[in-house]
Nanobody, 124 residues
Framework: VQLQASGGGLVQAGGSLTLSCAYS????????WAWYRQAPGKEREMVAR???????DYAASVKERFTITGDSAQKTVYLHMNSLQPEDTAVYFC???????????????????WGQGTQVTVSS
């Protein structure tokens, strides 16, 4: 399964951006999608996650500001980011977890895929 992230850019503090993650390829089913970010010198952290039944969870630092949504018809997951702050500056990666096709209608082995990352820079 391939993931293609896009939508990053430069924005002033207080501004908004929406990131997109388009997924493609052959699979049996998807379990969850997530956005992670990694700032220079810091570890990669989970920002937001949505499951295949719509359950969401967020990092405490982005709650009330970021929203993750998905469009199954378009096979795209979005991260809507509002009230951006300089500390949100990072490379953002999308992630998907699911199952490959198995024998017959059964799921096969699980997989985890990552997109290539998109830079978000928030100026003060």
């Amino acid at each position: 399964v391939q993931l293609q992230a896009s939508g990053g850019g430069l924005v002033q503090a207080g501004g908004s951006l929406t990131l997109s993650c388009a997924y493609s390829g052959s699979y049996h089913s998807m379990s969850s999608w997530a956005w992670y970010r990694q700032a220079p010198g810091k570890e990669r952290e989970m920002v937001a996650r949505i499951t295949n039944v719509g359950d969401q969870d967020y990092a405490a630092s982005v709650k009330e500001r970021f929203t993750i949504t998905g469009d199954s018809a378009q096979k795209t997951v979005y991260l809507h980011m509002n009230s951006l702050q300089p500390e949100d500056t990072a490379v953002y990666f999308c992630n998907a977890i699911g199952f490959l096709a198995g024998k017959g209608w059964s799921p096969g082995r699980s997989f985890t895929s990552w997109g290539q990352g998109t830079q978000v820079t928030v100026s003060s």
